[in-house]
């Protein structure tokens, strides 16, 4: 009897697991598709080569659900919003302003730059932040830098490697930065 | 530990849809014995607990496909009947098992506890469902299981009523496993 109990429901979570994995995968499959449409837009084709990104974190954070899922959908409004910043803030040397100057460093990797723009981008998110209960903000603010991640991955495409670094690693030490901000702010309300 | 009421149930299964792992162990612990019943009446002792799972894997597979507000009970008691239906039709059952598959017989006797006890619960379950639909569709629901009067209409309105209504009920308990 126990054993039958046992098998039940080791059978019905794997059921729950799976159900969840495939349903992760197929909205995985919405927001991959949209992604890829604004990027090509606002990026061109050779960015697309970052999708496979895209759509690994989005299946495992609709797949992982909960508090992750609820900060991963707010940070995609941050990830779209850095599709469409334009080159020349994230690599200023290759504006038009610079480039008749004689300065050219388009070549060379300017990851401080773009750890700049990352790290304004992810501190922004404290405003996006969902009111998790405390000990969910970590989840939160984790889904919150996944979701941003997952968009911002493909703004990785035209950039050179160390300036990729830079914004995303600016990204990430912005939304640490903002979600302790946020978990001090709350602190002093309480 | 305490069995959880409808409430709490519902609450339960909101939380699951939605990711929340540790609601899957009370949920399941509650789900459980309701499967193993509902199973034991539709086809008897011998093949209650393997259907018993099947269904139960079923309803955790479409855990996450459940509108978190929504009576959990209709729709688990649809898909797990669907379920419990599906199999004993695949057993390869004669005549007689098909029929009492299909809802129309009882493998226990009606004095049953279990079955009074089961009985009770699809009915407050339909009634549940039915709460949630529009006033017409409820009050139609309500004239075909005769707890309430048929609406004086003429028949073939009250047969396009009867449709709408089942089609609404079959969406609310979960699409077309529902039915």
Same mark, same amino acid.
């Given at each position: 009897m126990e054993a039958d109990f046992d098998r039940a429901y080791r059978a019905a979570r794997r059921a729950y697991e799976l159900g969840r994995l495939r349903q992760g995968l197929s909205r995985s499959l919405v927001v991959t598709a949209a992604a890829g449409a604004a990027t090509a837009i606002a990026l061109g084709w050779r960015a697309t080569a970052w999708l496979p990104v895209t759509a690994v974190i989005w299946a495992f954070v609709e797949w992982r659900g909960a508090w992750l899922r609820e900060g991963a959908r707010r940070g995609l409004l941050v990830g779209m919003a850095s599709l469409f910043l334009p080159l020349s803030i994230l690599r200023p040397c290759c504006s038009p302003e610079a480039m008749a100057s004689g300065v050219n460093c388009c070549t060379t990797a300017m990851p401080s730059t773009c750890a700049g723009v990352g790290a304004l981008l992810g501190l922004s998110l404290v405003l996006l932040l969902p009111r998790a209960p405390r000990a969910r903000r970590l989840e939160a603010a984790l889904g919150l830098a996944l979701g941003t991640g997952a968009l911002a991955a493909l703004r990785c495409g035209p950039l050179l490697l160390g300036e990729t670094v830079g914004l995303l690693g600016g990204l990430m030490a912005g939304v640490a930065a903002a979600s302790l901000a946020r978990a001090w702010m709350d602190r002093r309300t309480a | 530990m305490r069995d959880p009421d409808e409430d709490e149930l519902d609450?339960?299964?909101?939380?699951?849809?939605?990711? &929340?792992?540790?609601?899957?162990?009370? =949920?399941? /612990?509650?789900?459980?014995?309701?499967?193993?019943?509902?199973? +034991?009446? +539709?086809?008897?002792?011998?093949?209650?607990?393997?259907? *018993?799972? !099947?269904?139960? &894997?079923?309803?955790?597979?479409?855990?996450?496909?459940?509108?978190?507000?929504?009576?959990? =009970?209709?729709?688990?008691?649809?898909?797990?009947?669907?379920?419990? +239906?599906?199999?004993?039709? &695949?057993?390869?059952?004669?005549?007689?098992?098909? %029929?009492?598959?299909?809802?129309?017989?009882? *493998?226990?006797?009606?004095?049953?506890? %279990?079955?009074?006890?089961? %009985?009770?619960? =699809? /009915?407050?379950?339909?009634? +549940?469902?039915?709460?949630? =639909?529009?006033?017409?569709?409820?009050?139609?629901?309500?004239?075909?299981?005769?707890?309430?009067?048929?609406?004086?209409?003429? !028949?073939? !309105?009250?047969?396009?009523?009867?449709?709408?209504?089942?089609?609404?009920l079959r969406l609310l308990l979960g699409g077309s496993d529902g039915g």
């Open positions: - | 609450g339960l299964m909101s939380q699951l849809a939605q990711g &929340e792992r540790d609601a899957f162990d009370p =949920l399941f /612990r509650a789900l459980h014995p309701r499967a193993i019943r509902l199973a +034991r009446a +539709r086809l008897g002792p011998t093949r209650a607990d393997d259907a *018993a799972q !099947a269904a139960l &894997e079923r309803v955790f597979a479409r855990a996450a496909e459940f509108t978190p507000g929504r009576p959990v =009970l209709p729709w688990f008691y649809a898909i797990v009947a669907n379920e419990i +239906r599906a199999l004993a039709r &695949e057993g390869g059952a004669g005549r007689a098992e098909a %029929e009492r598959s299909a809802g129309e017989a009882w *493998a226990v006797e009606p004095e049953d506890p %279990e079955r009074l006890l089961l %009985e009770r619960e =699809l /009915r407050r379950a339909v009634e +549940r469902a039915t709460a949630s =639909l529009d006033d017409v569709s409820a009050e139609t629901i309500a004239a075909l299981i005769g707890g309430g009067a048929r609406p004086a209409i003429a !028949a073939p !309105a009250f047969r396009k009523r009867v449709s709408r209504a089942y089609a609404r």
